[in-house]
Nanobody, 119 residues
Framework: QVQLVESGGGSVQAGDSLRLSCTVS????????FGWSRQAPGEARKHVGA????????NYADSVQGRYTISRDKSKDTVYLDMRGLRPEDTAVYFC????????????WGQGTEVTVSA
């Protein structure tokens, strides 16, 4: 089992920056991929981006490319989502997820943290 706990959500103004954290615990996750997804009110959950825990390689959805950055701190067992230039359409509950390399579906999810961006 892998446990994921998100934090850092809140209410901000358009143009602001915010950092979300995902603290990881549980089984060994060296060969894991960690991702962020978001779910806006009334919409399906959508992939935001992901990072390979070991290699540090990342990928992002087109909607956040250039504004969001995913990183990890191995010493703190934490994955970060740095968001800048926030827009009202970025308002959503943000979820951290994890899966072994090669797995098609995310196997572990956090409880989510809410981000509200006001115009």
């Amino acid at each position: 089992q892998v446990q994921l706990v998100e934090s850092g959500g809140g209410s901000v103004q358009a143009g602001d920056s915010l950092r979300l954290s995902c603290t990881v615990s549980g089984r060994a996750y060296i060969r894991f991929i960690f991702g962020w997804s978001r779910q806006a009110p009334g919409e399906a959950r959508k992939h935001v981006g992901a990072i390979d825990w070991t290699e540090g390689s990342t990928n992002y959805a087109d909607s956040v490319q250039g504004r969001y950055t995913i990183s990890r701190d191995k010493s703190k067992d934490t994955v970060y989502l740095d968001m800048r230039g926030l827009r009202p359409e970025d308002t959503a509950v943000y979820f951290c997820a994890a899966k072994p390399r090669g797995a098609r579906l995310w196997e572990y999810w956090g409880q989510g943290t809410e981000v509200t961006v006001s115009a």
